[in-house]
């Protein structure tokens, strides 16, 4: 099963606009990652957000977290061609960590 | 640094076979994970190995079953191959020795159709 989902399942938008995506989850976190892909390919880390922490900036990445409603964001400012991909959270809340549930992704097509 | 390297990148297999991938995880990573990831779908946990024993299995059946080495590289093995089988089946490492806030590194994944 899968304990993220993220809204918008898909995400159309033109390139310099922001793109913003949530993910809600169901149980207490260790932290919450989000990862993009680029079509069938491998998926890559972007941000880490451990479960004390509210806001995280990357780059043009700005992600929050709200754990009272078990809820994130993930924003990409100024988005580029380049950005187009699918994106997915992830939680961790084992207890021995790394064991991540994902989940279904939001797709992104940003247009030049 | 070696990133995670998958072999093959792809793979046709028929049902009822069997079938091995291989993953050796970026240098200095002791942990592999493996996942797959049906088409449209996020990744889903299978299992995780650390110092070559499984530290964590998904919900998968027993006929998905692995292996890691002294050198920590793994081996994914699948029995009694179904049609829903046909997935992208990312290997993932990571260093737990960081503690629990570590991300995971992926390979590209094997694309395994089953016919």
């Known amino acids: 099963s899968q304990q993220g989902e993220e809204d918008p399942q898909a995400l159309s938008i033109q390139e310099g606009e922001n793109a913003t995506m949530n993910c809600s989850y169901k149980t207490s976190i260790n932290n919450l990652q989000w990862y993009r892909q680029n079509s069938g390919r491998g998926l890559v880390h972007l941000i880490l957000i451990r479960s004390n922490e509210r806001e995280k900036h990357s780059g043009r990445l700005r992600v929050t977290l709200d754990t009272s409603k078990k809820s994130s964001s993930l924003l990409i400012t100024a988005s580029r061609a380049a950005d187009t991909a699918s994106y997915f959270c992830a939680t961790d809340a084992g207890a021995a960590g790394n064991k991540l549930t994902f989940g279904g992704g939001t797709r992104v097509l940003v247009k030049p | 640094e070696t990133g995670v390297t998958q072999s093959p990148t792809h793979l046709i297999k028929t049902r009822g076979q069997q079938v091995t991938l291989r993953c050796s995880s970026q240098?200095?990573?002791?942990?592999v994970s493996w996942y797959q990831q049906a088409l449209g779908q996020g990744p889903q946990f299978i299992f995780q190995y650390y110092r070559e024993e499984e530290n964590g299995r998904g919900n998968f059946p027993p006929r998905f079953s692995g292996l890691q080495f002294p050198n920590y590289s793994s081996e994914l093995n699948v029995n009694a191959l179904e049609l829903d089988d046909s997935a992208l089946y990312l290997c993932a490492s990571s260093t737990p020795g960081q503690g629990q806030n570590s991300p995971l590194h992926f390979g590209n994944g094997t694309r395994l159709t089953v016919t």
């Open positions: 240098s200095g990573h002791n942990t």
